[in-house]
């Protein structure tokens, strides 16, 4: 019996004309002229495809605070984000530090099945900072594990950052960099500037967060090894790392949609909702963070999606949690920040949603070009569609989103998994 | 004036009409009945979620001077500790009808969430949040300032005052230099470079690393707590070291023009920011400063519950 063939009708790749897109036993099978494919039509007229989006840095906050997400929420959130693979950071509790957790991590994402779910191991022993994690076994364990970070605490000691880098080369991992020079932000709630002094809130400078690039960067290149910088927030750090990439350094970054759009000055609120860690900076920092992301100083989108339980941000600032979704409205942000402004196209835009984090943590089967031949992992948006954004209808099981009431650009229709539909206009399939 | 949040959100109209009603109520004071019943059957609630008895009294004694029923609640520990949330204890203030919550928080902006997270319908007032402000006290500055050095009437164009101490930590700081300089007064800020804020050049205030260059060229000076804890967080070498170079003696007192006067938001520590000689001067103007927190207080909650006309208020007095 041969498989089923689907065709997504009328679909414009990387918003070049229009094609029908044939997608058989998990494949991009065919790509023929608009109107012609046969087999079980999926209209998508006037839409763009691009490759599934990848997610280099998630909370899906399983095991452990189930409260605020679970694998299976934070798939479907992926899921109708556009994305096809997710990375799972290790903060959960316990921590993922040990084959056991990444395996389980991976096992229940594996039945969940809307996205590829890659659990990110923990560098250290409970994120503590002080001794290695067992990162042989999680690589080597079924969860293949390459990318590996304490995000949430910074790897601050430089002792235990240089072995990390080191040991990981035995396995061509990636030590991903939550860079916070722990000293300089005791305490710290929003960025350091003229702001926090006037709302009397501790500042969290930016050079904390350069100060950590700039010697990781130094390291990464002693060694010879990978540096991943996590959620860049700052120009100075830009500055950092398109020196390190001038000078042949192995080293990436990511930017997160709020970091791309949002400044500090929400803060002025003192609505907790825009409590994140890094902190929202100003537009200069956001101006330098777009012109990186277009020149390629900086490799990728990330979404740092961070669901909290309502508790935790309906309180005064100094006790809320940091951190926002991100997954159900990253496309929009990056398509408002990036490709409105004339800085992306499809094609670049789809290298930093998809293309580059694939390859950065090694998500194989994800990232690849719409080729016969590639596997489907897919993302159908429409351009000219807008939307007006509310958590309560999320599928998230957290709210704290802070675009809620914003009117957006672009929304994801459809979205294809392994050749599998995940979202069909708009819905889940399952 | 629907809440009183920050000194900021005053302007200069609104700055004179508190410090001229509180001069009308002041003489509340003097009667042998110290009782006006303007707010009777309104409830005014502090909400202390930080120890303060000084500011706490001076807020019931005030609301009580107005006939209002007065709530002291002592919210120990807040959600931070994971005692009671500042959410719960809002709703149970509105179930109970406060007219008017008086707050004091160790969270920056919380008196802020309390006004705008749609919790409670009534009036907020700021009495000490965090870092951030503590408008009361600029008020009852700015009226002993007014008193001792404008005659007790108009405001404060020209006048010349310092500020010396934690001014990175401090409320009173935030909150005056943005009421005296509505005011039209002239501030310096004097710290070590380690106690001023990120961003302070751009502050409405002059700022100065050097207390005796200043001295000679105010009209007022006023001396901030420095808790001896930042001397374990590296931000001065140690005590003696911040005395010597920030702390108003009598060698310095004298450096101050005859007029000047000294004042200090209290409670003091003496020999360390400023020396008994000069805290019991005729100069200090301290124990001034606590009466007249009694009478902005009244001012504050008169405005913003009374809901009354100016001539209501003549009427009234």
Request: charged fraction near 20%; aromatic fraction near 4%; glycine fraction near 8%.
């Amino acid at each position: 019996m041969t498989a089923q063939s689907m065709v997504i009708r009328g679909v414009r790749p990387y918003g070049a004309d229009p094609v029908d897109i044939i997608v058989r036993a998990g494949v991009i099978a065919e790509i023929v002229k608009a109107g012609t494919g046969s087999g079980r039509v999926v209209e998508a007229d006037d839409l763009i495809a691009l490759p599934g989006f990848v997610d280099l840095h998630t909370h899906l906050r399983e095991p452990g605070r189930e409260d605020a997400e679970t694998i299976d929420t934070g798939s479907r959130a992926a899921a109708l984000g556009g994305f096809t693979a997710v990375f799972a950071m290790a903060n959960t509790s316990p921590v993922a530090d040990t084959a056991g957790v990444v395996e389980q991590v991976w096992h229940l994402g594996q039945a969940t099945g809307l996205v590829d779910v890659y659990p990110v191991g923990a560098v250290t022993v409970g994120l503590g900072g002080e001794q290695l994690a067992e990162l042989g076994a999680m690589a080597t364990s079924p969860a293949q594990v390459r990318v590996f970070s304490d995000d949430g605490k910074c790897v601050h000691d430089a002792a235990i950052m240089r072995r990390a880098l080191e040991y990981v080369k035995a396995f061509d991992g990636v030590i991903a960099q939550h860079a916070q020079e722990p000293r300089l932000t005791v305490d710290a709630q929003m960025n350091e500037g003229l702001l926090s002094g006037q709302l009397g809130l501790t500042g969290w400078p930016g050079v904390a967060e350069e100060s950590i690039v700039a010697r990781d960067v130094l390291l990464a290149e002693h060694v010879d090894s990978r540096l991943h910088v996590c959620h860049v927030s700052t120009a100075g750090s830009v500055e950092v790392i398109r020196w390190a990439k001038s000078r042949g350094i192995k080293v990436t970054a990511e930017v997160t949609p709020h970091h791309l759009l949002l400044t500090e000055d929400l803060v002025a609120t003192y609505d907790p909702v825009y409590k994140v860690n890094p902190p929202l900076r100003t537009s200069a920092d956001i101006a330098a963070l777009r012109a990186a992301l277009a020149d390629g100083t900086i490799d990728a989108i990330a979404t740092d999606h961070a669901p909290h339980p309502h508790e935790d941000k309906d309180c005064e600032w100094a006790a809320a949690a940091f951190g926002m979704l991100g997954l159900q409205t990253a496309f929009s942000i990056a398509m408002l920040t990036m490709v409105n402004s004339g800085l992306l196209d499809w094609h670049t835009l789809a290298d930093r949603l998809s293309v580059l984090p694939a390859r950065i943590g090694q998500a194989n089967g994800h990232g690849q070009d719409l080729v016969v031949g590639a596997p489907a992992n897919i993302a159908v948006v429409d351009p000219s569609a807008s939307w007006v954004v509310e958590p309560a209808t999320f599928a998230s099981k957290s709210r704290n989103s802070p675009y809620a009431g914003m009117t957006l650009p672009g929304r994801v229709v459809h979205v294809f998994k392994a050749g599998k539909a995940s979202v069909l206009g708009g819905d889940l399939t399952c | 004036m629907r809440h009183l949040l920050s000194a900021g959100d005053l302007d200069l109209a609104e700055a004179c009409l508190i410090l001229d009603t509180a001069a009308q109520l002041a003489s509340v004071t003097d009667r042998s009945v110290k009782k006006l019943p303007t707010l009777r059957g309104r409830t005014v609630v502090n909400l202390f979620f930080e120890d303060s008895t000084r500011t706490r009294i001076s807020f019931e004694i005030a609301a009580k001077r107005l006939s209002a029923d007065v709530i002291n609640f002592a919210a120990k520990g807040s959600s931070v500790s994971k005692g009671e949330s500042l959410k719960d204890t809002a709703l149970t203030l509105e179930a109970m009808g406060a007219d008017a919550v008086v707050i004091r928080h160790s969270a920056s902006g919380a008196p802020h969430r309390l006004a705008t997270a749609g919790w409670i319908q009534g009036s907020v007032v700021n009495a000490g949040d965090g870092t951030h402000e503590h408008p009361t006290q600029a008020l009852l500055d700015a009226f002993t300032l007014r008193h001792h050095l404008r005659a007790g009437t108009g405001d404060l164009a020209g006048l010349r005052v310092a500020i010396v101490g934690d001014i990175l930590h401090s409320r009173v700081a935030r909150s005056n230099v943005l009421l005296l300089g509505t005011l039209g007064a002239q501030v310096t800020v004097i710290a070590p470079p380690t106690l001023l804020p990120f961003g302070v050049n751009d502050w409405p205030c002059a700022v100065s690393y050097d207390l005796d260059d200043v001295l000679p060229h105010v009209d007022a000076v006023m001396m901030l707590r420095v808790q001896s804890e930042r001397m374990q967080a590296a931000y001065f070498p140690s005590v003696n070291e911040y005395s010597r170079r920030f702390g108003l003696d009598v060698r310095r007192l004298n450096l101050l023009p005859p007029t000047a006067i000294v004042l200090h938001p209290g409670p003091m520590n003496r020999g360390m920011e400023i020396s008994a000689d000069v805290a019991d001067s005729t100069r200090a103007v301290m124990v001034e400063q606590v009466a007249n927190g009694v009478s902005i207080r009244m001012a504050v909650l008169y405005l913003l519950l009374g809901g009354m006309t100016d001539e209501d208020r003549r009427d009234q007095l």
